[in-house]
């Protein structure tokens, strides 16, 4: 599953890019400026979707990884592959994460008509919710650690820590960039056209990373039920 | 248009305006590229060094009591990392990358210069650690380069106490780095380019360098996550890829991990590896030869989309290197068929290259010398992997010094071929000053005949049989008296090839100080990076005025022009399209 969907991404940015690009010109034969690729996304923008193409790749595999050492252990005994039963606090962390994100579109959609005060504030609470659903997680790892029942070397035990925690380290990356974004949303000053436009754009780029991790905490959310 | 706001907005956020912010703590792309390059070529002298030690022990065994079975796997292992790692990947794409994106774009800098000198800085510190394990208890690791559990972090092999942690770490440390670089390299020829500098007007180096940083972006994560993995295995306990291993007579306490999902996370990194290294040497040899042959190059679109179709099957091919390690035999088939189909693409290059050469005005420069030589290398080595890429055939050479000599051909030698063309190439831009002739031809020369000296001898053993990654072979049936004797002459010949690479040190410094004072076009090349208003270009590369694209860049030798070449920012001559 984890070499056809990384096939499948590299093969649909590939098309993508031959036919956006027109690989079939001939160079040789034109001369003078030619209009050429018109590149509407502006630099931060692309880079975005670059890193978040490198992240899918990190998780894909993370993904494989759990299938094949569910299903292709070595050795059994006591590290053969038991399912660890999954709190019931997680369905409450991803409520908080979906509303973290429908807070950030918010406050997207507000900067768009350049409404900075309910945008800072929509973004001060995706800040919170982020915050409340990192102690949600780690308040589900300390509920099944109590349990006694897992140990390190528990292969889904310690999946069920090591995916989360690598999902929640991306989240804090984000953190930071998004308290910089707020404290800038708090001093911009509104009538000056420059900064409120790159505001928008670091909005914008956060919200992106933001409904992005939520996707990849379904994802793995659903994986972790699952299995 | 936007990317020619975003170039020119760079020259005003980092103008550097101290010894430190312009030498140290850069954001110049061009200054960042020299310090990866001398980084990577200082670590790459100490790799040499320990191949010099291996071949010691293997040509005069009994002979060098400093050399130890324990050292010797320290050896092995470094050696390819550091190679591999710390010195290709980093020259090809943290050197030459930051070095000719910019410029071959007519880019005032990368997009984001910041990260892009934190990127450097991050590199740096996992060079420190790796070194720092040599001298830490124990040395470093001597799993052998591939790293494989269970052995990686089991007791005996050396460095199993800090070694390997180190160089985990340190190998996280150098995708951090790399990912900070690569998202600078890949945006830059997205967004960065002038005006007209379509996709299909970049040289050839940079399309290799491009699609090298996208396949580095999607496999190195595979290694991120194999590093993580193995490290908390050897940390905490976990038992992700540690099996039932009874050592010693008794259980080690490990058991229901999966060696096999760790080879093909590496793997799935490995492969993709070689062609993160081989396509900015495709990109960057291409150039070489159209310039120094004085002809355009022949199928640019098709190199165009070699370069793309080879990066997209390196994906699919990783499990060629565990046919080994037990296999549904219809995967075995799978991979390699797709294995042999990869050699279509590259096929086509090799050909291109040599119709390129074909009736063309050829000059045997100093970066020529190297570009032709690749071809020779490359050849061979491609040509032997066409017999490793085949299970029947792999299984009976599979880990013999066959494999040795031909991935040091095709990865180690011909990459490195096309990266000494490159530096003789370019050191007139980047250092004002020209190569000295003699010394370039001796260097070439020793090393393009040594390093045949060395591997071709290396196919006839593993033939024989001479398995790889043995300290000693004492009286063997396998290994001939004749057999002794190529080991020792593949020793000598490497010494030799070493102390080649001392000439070519003394060259750069020689030329540094007494070298000619290089012409700004000194190859009458077309590329934009040529055609800066300074050599070596200033900060901002290209004075108050961004350069236009005009044409390809491989206008040589066009009937009716005035001169064998028409560099990319001149305008028709019958104005037509000029801005």
Redo the contacts between chains.
């Keep these: 599953m984890m ?1 056809a969907l ?2 499948a991404m ?2 649909g ?2 098309i993508w ?2 036919l956006v ?8 034969t ?5 209009p ?8 931060p923008r ?2 975005l979707f ?2 978040l ?3 899918s ?2 998780f894909l ?2 993904v ?2 759990y299938i ?2 569910k299903d ?10 038991v399912p660890v039963d999954d709190p019931s606090v997680l369905w409450l962390n991803t409520a908080v994460l979906v509303l973290a994100s429908v807070a950030m579109q918010y406050a997207r959609g507000r900067m768009a008509h350049d409404r900075v005060a309910p945008a800072r504030i929509a973004f001060a609470i995706a800040g919170v919710l982020s915050i409340l659903f990192l102690v949600g997680q780690v308040s589900a790892w300390v509920s099944l650690s109590a349990t006694g029942l897992y ?5 889904a035990y ?1 999946f069920f820590i ?1 995916l989360p925690a ?1 999902h929640g380290l991306h989240l804090v990356g984000g953190l930071v960039v998004l308290a910089r974004a707020t404290t800038r949303l708090w001093r911009v000053d509104t009538a000056n056209v420059v900064a409120l436009e790159r505001l928008r754009m670091s909005v914008s780029l956060c919200t992106t990373y933001w409904h992005f991790l939520l996707l990849v905490w379904i994802g793995l959310f659903w994986l972790l039920l699952s299995t | 248009m936007a990317y020619v706001a975003i170039a020119d907005r760079d020259h005003h956020l980092h103008d550097p305006d101290t010894f430190v912010t312009k030498y140290i703590w850069s954001q110049d792309h061009k200054v960042i590229a020299i310090q990866y390059g001398s980084v990577a070529i200082f670590v790459g002298l100490i790799a040499l060094g320990l191949s010099l030690l291996m071949r010691l022990q293997i040509g005069f065994p009994d002979t060098f009591s400093f050399i130890t079975p324990y050292n010797y796997y320290q050896f092995v292992t470094m050696h390819g990392m550091i190679m591999v790692i710390y010195l290709l990947t980093a020259l090809f794409l943290g050197g030459f990358g930051n070095y000719l994106i910019p410029l071959m774009c007519g880019a005032r800098d990368m997009v984001f210069p910041y990260m892009n000198m934190l990127s450097f800085w991050v590199y740096l510190l996992s060079v420190i650690v790796l070194i720092a394990s040599f001298f830490a208890p124990g040395g470093p690791t001597g799993a052998g380069w591939t790293l494989y559990p269970p052995q990686a972090i089991a007791e005996g092999t050396p460095g199993v106490d800090w070694g390997i942690v180190l160089m985990l770490v340190s190998l996280a440390i150098f995708i951090v780095a790399f990912t900070m670089g690569g998202l600078n390299y890949v945006t830059t020829v997205l967004q960065a380019r002038c005006r007209g500098m379509t996709l299909m007007r970049m040289p050839l180096s940079v399309w290799g360098i491009f699609v090298a940083t996208i396949l580095g972006l999607f496999a190195f994560p595979a290694l991120l996550v194999a590093a993580i993995m193995l490290l908390l295995d050897r940390l905490i306990g976990t038992s992700f890829f540690m099996p039932a291993v009874l050592s010693m007579g008794s259980e080690a306490g490990t058991d229901g991990g999966s060696p096999i999902l760790f080879q093909h996370l590496f793997w799935f990194f490995g492969h993709p590896e070689v062609y993160i290294v081989a396509l900015p040497a495709f990109g960057i040899v291409s150039d070489l030869l159209s310039t120094h042959a004085r002809k355009n190059i022949f199928g640019y679109r098709m190199m165009v989309w070699a370069i793309v179709a080879i990066g997209a099957l390196s994906f699919v091919v990783w499990a060629h290197h565990m046919y080994v390690s037990g296999m549904n035999p219809y995967f075995g088939f799978f991979f390699a068929t797709t294995t042999l189909i990869i050699a279509v693409p590259t096929a086509i290059k090799v050909y291109n290259w040599i119709l390129t050469l074909w009736r063309g005005n050829i000059h045997f420069t100093l970066p020529m010398m190297w570009a032709t030589g690749f071809i020779f290398t490359f050849v061979h080595g491609g040509l032997t992997g066409l017999f490793l890429g085949n299970v029947t055939v792999d299984l009976p050479l599979s880990d013999t010094y066959f494999v040795i000599g031909h991935f040091h051909m095709v990865m180690g030698v011909s990459p490195v071929m096309v990266l000494f063309g490159a530096i003789y190439h370019w050191f007139p831009k980047m250092t004002g000053k020209m190569p000295n002739e003699v010394l370039g031809r001796i260097h070439f020369w020793m090393t393009f005949l040594g390093t045949y000296a060395i591997y071709l001898p290396m196919h006839y053993l593993g033939i024989l049989g001479m398995p790889r990654r043995y300290y000693a072979y004492g009286d063997t049936e396998i290994l001939p008296e004749s057999g002794v004797l190529a080991n020792q002459s593949i020793t000598i010949a490497a010494i030799i090839v070493a102390l080649a690479q001392v000439i070519f040190l003394i060259n750069v410094f020689y030329s540094l100080r007494n070298g000619k004072t290089a012409d700004p076009n000194p190859w009458r090349a077309t590329t934009l990076e040529w055609q800066t208003p300074e050599t070596p270009p200033k900060h901002g590369n290209w004075g108050p005025k961004l350069p236009v694209v005009y044409r390809w860049a491989y206008d040589y030798s066009v009937p009716g022009a005035s001169r064998d070449f028409i560099p990319q920012n001149e305008p028709p001559r019958d104005g037509a399209g000029a801005a």
């Design positions: 070499i990384v096939i590299l093969t940015i590939t890019w031959l690009q027109r690989l079939k010109t001939k160079p040789w034109e001369q003078g400026v030619i050429g690729s018109q590149d509407t996304m502006t630099a692309t880079g670059v890193f193409a490198m992240v790749s990190l595999v993370f494989g990884a094949m050492r292709h252990g070595h050795g059994g005994g006591m590290h053969e592959w140990t390190v070397a528990t292969p310690s090591l690598v």
